[in-house]
């Protein structure tokens, strides 16, 4: 299955096979540069972008170290 170019996930069932894929490569790791680590990349990205239209959260803010809290309270009584 290394040769399968990964093209966008546009369903369900799609992602979810996609999901069964890569579960796979958790077990053992491929070596980097081989036919294996570049499909666990493809599937990877097609994953993550997939999971980003779907599952988004509109106006999320980063969350703050403790440097940025504590910053952020000065002034606040």
Known sequence: ??????????TKAE?????????????KEPAPGTPEAERFDEL?????????????????APIAGPAQSVHGRKGRA
């Open 44 to 60: 990877a990205r097609a994953i993550a972008a997939y999971e980003a239209e779907h599952w988004a959260v509109d106006g999320a």
């Open 1 to 10: 299955m290394a040769s399968e170019v990964t093209r966008r996930i546009e």
């Open 15 to 27: 992602y979810e096979a996609a999901l069964d894929e890569i579960e796979r490569y958790f077990d």
